[in-house]
């Protein structure tokens, strides 16, 4: 019997045209992009909450400061007219000493506390014991992830120092915590020259702001001069120039610009923050008035004087952020933003 032969016949092969490539990654980059908000929102909030958690750690070392001393530290060692009241610093108010150079021990910064020369302003330059060193030793609590701690005259052997993104409450008006047009002051749990107890918050410290974030300013050119690249005041936390602290005179992230004194950069050296409104230089520190800012979607982060954290909408009342600022108002409270 004669066996037929067998053909092969081979299968053919499957693949994806070119139209169908083409769809697929189509598809792909349609669920890129709807899922990149949600990631970039994810990222954003577990950057809010750290940021949330800095403040925490900062109120928990202002309690513990009062704990240890009685009373909260100082906005500003000195003021408007004390450059000739203390020799052994040597120089302007606006570079001595303020809040900031007070914490160390109390978290956990004790070596870098034992680092600074308190006879010293903090913008010394001397070297030996002098506080360089002190001035560009950045700490991670001081900095907010969605922002950034910056450096301010990067290599300049006086004026190199790191910026923080947290300042203190000075209360309802001004930096020089005066009357304000039909405004009065109401106390703050922060001042210059002398500093709060606990016991001096009269309207309770769950009503009380004291601390909020604030942006850091970039675009600091070397060396520092009016005429170059410099920030001006806004925040610098290093020392007493009035960045240190926030007022309630102003809402968080102001649409407008801050009241500082001295140097007005262009917008774009100013990490978003509407360009400052100059008012005039040294001489008026303490008719400056700075907002709380933050680079979070929608309000900044807060701590009050009993220690807790909330976030604040750019939406709160102007009048109920005032009452929140003020230690010995009276006001009622309601309605914050949140």
């Keep these: 019997m004669q066996r037929k032969a067998c053909r092969f016949f081979p299968r053919p092969l499957h693949g994806f045209t070119l139209v169908e490539l083409l769809v697929v990654i189509t598809i792909i980059g349609i669920l890129i992009a709807l899922?990149?908000?949600?990631?970039?929102?994810?990222?954003?909030?577990?950057?809010?909450?750290?940021?949330?958690?800095?403040?925490?750690?900062?109120?928990?070392?202002?309690?513990?400061?009062?704990?240890?001393?009685?009373?909260l530290p100082f906005g500003a060692i000195r003021f408007v007219g004390d450059e000739a009241e203390d020799a052994v610093r040597g120089s302007a108010y606006v570079h001595d000493h303020g809040w900031y150079s007070q914490m160390g021990p109390y978290i956990e910064q004790q070596a870098w506390y034992d680092s600074i020369n308190f006879n010293k302003v903090m913008f010394d330059a001397g070297k030996g014991f002098g506080n360089i060193e002190p001035r560009k030793y950045r700490m991670a609590v001081f900095g907010c992830p969605s922002d950034r701690p910056n450096w301010a005259h990067h290599g300049h052997p006086t004026y190199e120092r790191?910026?923080?993104?947290?300042?203190?409450?000075?209360?309802?008006?001004?930096?020089?915590?005066?009357?304000?047009?039909?405004?009065?002051?109401?106390?703050?749990?922060?001042?210059?020259?002398?500093?709060?107890?606990?016991?001096?918050?009269?309207?309770?410290l769950s009503n009380t702001l004291m601390m909020a974030e604030i942006i850091t300013t970039i675009g600091d050119t070397n060396p520092p001069h009016p005429s170059t690249?410099?920030?001006?005041?806004?925040?610098?936390?290093?020392?007493?120039?009035?960045?240190?602290?926030?007022?309630?005179?102003?809402?968080?992230?102001?649409?407008?610009?801050?009241?500082?004194?001295?140097?007005?950069?262009?917008?774009?050296?100013?990490?978003?923050?509407p360009a400052c409104d100059l008012i005039g230089q040294y001489g008026d520190t303490p008719l400056q008035a700075f907002a709380a800012r933050s680079q979070h979607s929608g309000g900044v982060n807060a701590s009050l004087c009993d220690g807790s954290v909330r976030f604040f909408g750019n939406s709160i009342d102007l009048e109920v952020w005032r009452a929140l600022s003020t230690a010995i108002g009276g006001e009622p409270i309601a309605g914050d933003g949140r």
């Design 229 to 273: 690249g410099w920030s001006g005041p806004l925040s610098e936390t290093m020392a007493s120039e009035g960045g240190q602290v926030f007022t309630g005179w102003l809402t968080p992230n102001f649409s407008g610009s801050d009241l500082v004194v001295r140097k007005c950069p262009l917008p774009e050296n100013l990490n978003g923050i």
């Design 35 to 71: 899922l990149l908000p949600a990631v970039q929102s994810a990222r954003e909030a577990a950057r809010r909450m750290q940021c949330g958690n800095n403040l925490k750690q900062l109120a928990l070392g202002m309690h513990n400061y009062h704990a240890a001393k009685e009373e």
């Design 162 to 204: 790191v910026k923080a993104n947290y300042a203190v409450n000075f209360g309802n008006t001004n930096y020089g915590q005066q009357d304000v047009s039909d405004v009065t002051f109401k106390g703050a749990p922060f001042s210059y020259r002398r500093s709060s107890r606990f016991a001096d918050i009269r309207d309770g």
